[in-house]
């Protein structure tokens, strides 16, 4: 991959799991880094090991939901960083998907919340960030969204819906800021062992979703952050409005084949 020599990037729910890889692995591949996120001292500690790779790394206490903090965000990179070249928007509130289930039972202030930090934030982030990388004369920016945002489930359904609108988000980008040199992508994981599915993930969930991928296991936050890594890299020049799922495979068959395809003594 090319290196991020002098590059500056945003990277949004940089204390822990996939945001956390993609801050470490960034910084490893020589770009100056703002790790954002609402928990201050997880940001810190990840600025402090991000700089140990000889980088500028600088830990930002921004919660999405909170549009001037949003607007520090983006003020902070420039006046340390002088530029933005890429944003990732990393941070999801997960806590909250236990009260997301289907459209009659979950509550609209689940809606809500669910809409201001995993889109709106991401919109304000995009909307503030985009005049600066023209500046710059270009810039990548990668959305996180999920593989829920491509496929139907019967819970989590404002996750999902935010998701599949941060996919469209994505392509509207693309579209408008292409030409002016700015790349946009979304990469749609699938189950990744970050904190909440370490703390919450009962092991029989983790075993049918062995049962239902392609690969041998569930993904690490590292995998996902090699891929936004490449996306935001100039390796990654010609790759634009993509929605990738990164899922081992989960979404690309029909499950019912697979368990069939298994032997009775191996289910
Ligand atoms: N883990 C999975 O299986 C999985 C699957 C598909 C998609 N994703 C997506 O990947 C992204 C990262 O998830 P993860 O698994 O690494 O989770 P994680 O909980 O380890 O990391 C999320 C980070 O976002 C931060 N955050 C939460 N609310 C915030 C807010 N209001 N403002 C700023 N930061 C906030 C948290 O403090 C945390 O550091 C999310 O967008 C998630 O939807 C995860």
Redesign the pocket.
């Known amino acids: 991959m090319q290196s991020m020599k002098d590059r500056s990037i945003i990277v ?10 993609t801050a470490l692995k960034l910084a490893e591949m020589g770009a100056n880094v703002v790790a ?4 201050e001292d ?2 810190r500690q990840v600025a402090t090991q991000a700089a140990a790779h000889g980088i500028k790394c600088v830990p930002s206490h ?5 549009s001037d ?1 949003i607007a520090k965000m983006v003020e902070q990179t420039v006046n340390q960083f002088g530029r933005i070249d890429g944003l990732v ?7 909250l998907t236990r009260y997301d289930s289907n459209v009659v039972d979950t509550e609209m202030t689940v809606w809500d919340r669910v809409y ?3 889109f709106r ?1 991401p919109v304000l982030a995009c909307k503030l960030a985009i005049p600066h990388m023209l500046k710059a004369g270009g810039g990548s920016i990668v959305n ?5 945002s491509l496929l139907g489930d019967h819970e989590r359904v404002a ?1 999902s819906a935010m ?1 599949s609108a941060m996919n469209s988000l994505t392509r509207s980008i693309a579209t408008t800021y292409g030409k002016q040199g700015i790349r946009c992508n979304t ?11 370490e703390k919450r993930w009962p092991e029989k969930l983790v075993e049918d979703f062995r049962s239902h991928i392609l690969l041998e296991d ?2 690490s ?1 590292e995998e ?1 952050s090699e891929l936004i890594a490449f996306l935001l890299s100039e390796s990654a020049a010609s790759v634009t409005g993509q929605t990738i799922a990164s ?1 081992m495979g989960y979404s690309s068959h029909m499950h019912f084949y697979m368990r069939a395809a298994i032997p009775p003594d191996k289910a």
């Open positions: 949004t729910g940089a204390a822990s799991g996939i945001g956390k890889a954002a996120d609402i928990n997880g940001a921004t919660d999405m939901s909170n903090d928007n990393n941070a999801a509130d997960i806590g201001q930090v995993n934030g996180v969204s999920s593989i829920q996750y998701k990469v749609c994981p699938g189950p990744v062992m970050s904190r909440e599915p569930v993904s936050p996902q899922d």
